[in-house]
């Protein structure tokens, strides 16, 4: 049985991240994809089977059930696979997982800083820093462009695209 679940690890294996992204206190957000999205706010996924980084089973065809609009916590002993879910969920490896909700993981552990909390959430926030550095691209773009510029056209709707979807995900609230 722990040969099936070192076999089964060794196949969903990611490669290591530089040594930069090991110390992070924070799990990249990963950019949702909302090709599947279903509509449904609500979160059921049946079936997972989740093993620790060691190799033994830590979850076997168990179901998932969340709720739009509660709020949960996790809570358990020392080593029994709190941490190991939520990094699962964050990096998107739960199989029928939605992958069009952001989840975001933050190390219980974690270095000291001057960066606000907020702050250090955003950053990690990959959609909304790739939007933010686009259109601040773009804007320094449409400032430097002549009068009757080919291209300033493409550029004008590009921008716009940005911002409506900055729009979209209330990137102006944070």
């Known amino acids: 049985r722990e040969r099936k679940a070192l076999k089964a690890l060794q196949l ?12 992070s206190q ?7 994809s909302y090709d599947d999205s279903t ?5 059921q996924v049946n079936s997972i089977t989740l093993y620790t980084p060691a190799g033994t089973i830590l ?7 969340l709720t739009y609009g509660r709020r949960y916590g996790l809570i358990g002993k020392n080593g029994i696979g709190k941490t190991t879910l939520l990094k699962a969920i964050a990096a998107q490896e739960i199989e029928g997982f939605p992958k069009s909700l952001r989840c975001l993981h933050v190390s219980q552990e974690c270095g000291s800083s001057e960066m606000r909390v907020i702050d250090a959430v955003l950053d990690s926030d990959v959609e909304l820093q790739t ?10 773009q449409a400032d430097s462009a002549k009068e009757g510029d080919k291209d300033a056209g493409d550029m004008s709707a590009r921008l716009a695209e940005v911002q409506e979807r900055l729009d979209e995900i209330d990137a102006r609230s944070a």
Do not use: F, I, S, Y
């Open 59 to 65: 979850l076997e065809d168990a179901q998932l059930k």
């Open 12 to 23: 969903k294996r990611r490669p290591e991240p530089p040594p930069e992204a090991q110390l």
């Open 131 to 140: 939007l933010l550095a686009t259109e601040k691209d773009l804007l320094a």
């Open 26 to 32: 924070l799990t990249r957000m990963m950019l949702p």
């Open 39 to 43: 509509g449904m706010k609500d979160v």
